[in-house]
């Protein structure tokens, strides 16, 4: 299948470059002019909107990060008035006040032909049958991949999450071919299949499965497409810069990140320097025509690593790798760093146990104590005896080998721990903040 928009997705990177370097002075200028926060914020970095010459003149504007938007609650930070807002969305606040997002007309478009592409670029369109299980309402993953979806021309079934069982009779009786959840929520939907006498893999019409709003693994890719017989593309976005917008393409090798909508940088966390390709660090991103609601140099608090060489699928945008973890999601464990998602890479690569887990963190005296909670997987021991005391040492071992930290295992019933309709939430942190 061809890309959605093949002029833009694959014009040359030159011609991209310009592109963006008109769109981005075209942002500032109009900022300057017509936002007093945002002229206040330039002049107190001491930056003019006549000092953006080129694109690398980008990191001479300020940064801008979470608590901004917390301290202009709820709409100081817009820059359409509000008789051309068409949408609001609202991201729970998990610290303090949530933020709102305004929408022009404009900036939906952009956000839908954005998810066109993606979407396409995942091999989805026309024909194919798309039950959206990411909440609908104020967040933003159901009604973004809702338009998206009916954009290419696909059927829409806006299932929105909960109700498992249900789900699955839908994804059955409208012969469903593509799902987009989060991937705990898809492991969730596929052990209900299970104990229902569903096959995912061979009494249903899936093919493949658009999943993000939360940190995955490489192994956890690979277990969901062995186990169910489906594709798995990892789907990446933020409330704050619309919604779901940006995916892998068939190759699943990186994040495409349409350049003519967003520009990014990837930065040291701690000094702000820019990093090269190859670096790790956070992600910021400028929204180079978003409407109601601009964003300059948001530090996304996203870790990830931007690819250099071009993808074979001969669209020419930036790709980053998929997002390892946020930073302030990172454990700091007798002074090493742990991300949840090391430690689910670890436990995926052993058959003995699922994906399922739970990590508690607790102050022994004066050490940090890491505890991980897995359920062992039930198809591993359908014909074997098993030693539990074995798997145990076997787990703590390939955990402390990957993480550099010792770690105490509790292996778990199948089925025993917490299952998630929307985000995960792994971590339970009992130390004294
Ligand atoms: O989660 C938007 C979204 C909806 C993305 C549906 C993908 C699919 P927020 O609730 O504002 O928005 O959360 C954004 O979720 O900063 C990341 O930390 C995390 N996140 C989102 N996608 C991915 C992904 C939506 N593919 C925050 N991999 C982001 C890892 C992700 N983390």
Redo the contacts with the bound molecule.
Sequence with gaps: MTAWDPRIEEMPVEALKKLQFRYLKTLICRLYSFSDLYRNRMDESGVHPDDIQSLADVTKLPFMVKSDFRDNYPDKMFTAPQDELVRYHV??GTTGKPTVVGYTQNDLDNWTNSLARSLTACGVGRGDVVQVA?GYGL???GL??HYGAEKIGATVVPASVGNTERQIELMQDLRVTVIACTPSYLIHIGDTAKKMGVSIKDDTNLRVAI??????SEQMRVRIEDQMGIKAY???????IS??MFTECKEQDGIHIWGDIALIEIVDHDTGEILRPGEPGELVITLLQKEAFPLVRYR???ITVMEDAPCVCGRTHPRIQ??SG?VDDMLIIRGINVFPSQIEHALLSMPEVSGHFMVVVERKGALDALLVQVELNPECFSDKIIDLMAIRQKVSHVLKNSLNVGVEVELAEPGSLPRFEG?AKRVIDKRDK
């Design positions: 991201s729970s990411y967040f933003t993953g973004g991949l999943l993000g709003a939360e940190p995955w990892d789907i990446y976005g933020t409330s704050e919604g779901p996304t608090g996203d998929r997002i946020r985000k």
